[in-house]
C-alpha cells in the first residue's frame, strides 16, 4: 500500500503531534518539515516531550525515524509558497503556522505543489471544508483542497450538540472553554495587540474569545442565531474543558437521560469519544487522542429545561489525530473517485 506523503510547514504542538502518531501508523508517511527552529533543536523536542519514548535522530538535513525520513526545511521567514511540496512529492500539506488562515493566504501551498493542504486551526474565512470527524464526514468531496479538521473545542462541541440535537431538541446553546494556555501567549505581562492577552499566561485566568460558535453555525446551521460562547486561558499546560449549557426542547428530562444518550452514542464511536464516570481532573486526559471525555458525574439538569455538562480533551493531541483521520478519509475518497 503506497502511503500519503505529507509534509509539516510549522513544526509546533500540534505539528509534533502529528509526526509523534504517524511513527505508529502506516499509511502515512511524513517526508518533510519546515520551521524556523533549527533542525536539531526540531529533532530535540519531540523526544523531550515524550521522555525519550521515540527513536528518532538527526541525519544531514534529514528527520530519521522507523517511518522514514523526513527533509528538514529551515528558513528565516517561512510562508505558503516557499516550500516547493511537488519537488518533495507531498501529496498533503499541512500549515501549523498558526499564522496564514485565509483561503488567499493558504493558496500559494497548492500552487506549489501540494495537491492538498490542511488548517491546523480554524480558518478566517470560507474554505472548502470544515470536516469533523463524527459529524459531516459524509459531506467531504474529492474536490476539496483546502480544509481544516476544526479546533479542538469545535469537535467537542459540535459532537455533543448533534447528540443532544438528535435525542431531545436543542433550543440554545452557550459554551466556555477552559484552555490550557497556548504559545503565542506571555510568560510574563507584555504588551500585545489586547489588552488581555498581554498578561501572564503562567499567573492568570484571561478570558478571551472563541471562533467555534461561528464555525459550529457553519457546519452545522440548524443552530444559526442559536449558539454563542467565549473562553478563559488558565495557566496549566495541557488538559482542556468544554463547560457546555443548553436550553433542550423536551421538557422532564433527566440527567440520567443525558448521560445514556451519550454514552450510547460514544460506544458506537469509540475512537472519538468515551464517557468518564471517574471524577477526573484535567491531568486526566493528557495523552488521550479523543475529542470527548464527557464527565457524568458533572452533568446537571434544571427543572426548566437546561442542561449543563462538562466534557474534556487534551487540546493539541486531539486536533492533530483528527488532522490525521481527515488525511486519511480524503485519500480514501479520492482512490474512490478520483481526486478532481
Request: charged share 25%; with cysteine; glycine share 8%.
Amino acid at each position: 500500500m503506497d502511503k500519503i506523503r505529507v509534509g509539516i510547514m510549522g513544526f509546533g504542538e500540534v505539528g509534533r503531534h502529528i509526526y509523534r502518531l504517524c511513527l505508529n501508523d502506516d499509511r502515512i508517511e511524513i517526508v518533510a518539515i519546515a520551521d524556523l527552529g533549527r533542525p536539531d533543536i526540531l529533532e530535540y523536542l519531540p523526544k523531550v516531550e515524550t521522555k525519550g519514548d521515540i527513536d528518532v535522530k538527526l541525519e544531514g538535513n534529514f528527520l530519521v525515524s522507523s517511518n522514514g525520513r523526513a527533509r528538514m526545511i529551515q528558513g528565516k521567514s517561512l510562508i505558503p509558497g516557499d516550500i516547493l511540496w511537488d519537488i518533495l512529492g507531498v501529496d498533503v500539506a499541512i500549515d501549523g503556522t498558526g499564522i496564514y488562515k485565509s483561503r488567499a493566504e493558504l493558496t500559494p501551498h497548492l500552487q506549489a505543489g501540494a495537491k492538498r493542504l490542511v488548517l491546523t486551526t480554524l480558518p478566517t474565512d470560507e474554505i472548502d471544508r470544515i470536516a469533523i470527524m463524527g459529524l459531516n464526514e459524509n459531506t467531504m468531496e474529492a474536490s476539496d483542497k483546502i480544509v481544516s479538521a476544526g479546533s479542538a473545542t469545535t469537535n467537542a462541541t459540535a459532537l455533543i450538540l448533534k447528540v443532544l440535537e438528535e435525542a431531545f431538541g436543542v433550543d440554545y446553546a452557550m459554551l466556555t472553554t477552559v484552555h490550557s494556555y497556548t504559545s503565542d501567549q506571555p510568560l510574563r505581562d507584555k504588551a500585545s495587540t489586547d489588552f488581555r492577552r498581554s498578561r501572564s499566561a503562567a499567573e492568570n485566568i484571561i478570558p478571551n474569545e472563541t471562533p467555534s460558535p461561528r464555525w459550529i453555525q457553519h457546519v452545522m446551521p440548524e443552530f444559526k442565531g442559536r449558539i454563542e460562547g467565549s473562553a478563559l486561558n488558565v495557566p496549566v499546560p495541557n488538559g482542556s474543558l468544554l463547560d457546555l449549557t443548553l436550553v433542550l426542547k423536551k421538557g422532564g428530562t433527566t440527567k440520567e437521560e443525558i448521560n445514556e444518550a451519550v454514552a450510547k452514542w460514544a460506544e458506537k464511536n469509540p475512537h472519538i469519544a468515551r464517557v468518564v464516570t471517574d471524577p477526573i481532573v484535567s491531568t486526566d486526559v493528557i495523552g488521550d487522542t479523543r475529542s470527548v471525555n464527557f464527565d457524568t458525574q458533572a452533568t446537571m439538569m434544571s427543572p426548566n429545561r437546561m442542561v449543563k455538562i462538562l466534557t474534556w480533551y487534551h487540546t493539541a493531541l486531539a486536533t492533530a489525530s483528527r488532522i490525521i483521520d481527515v488525511i486519511v478519509a480524503y485519500d480514501e475518497l479520492d482512490k474512490k473517485g478520483g481526486s478532481q
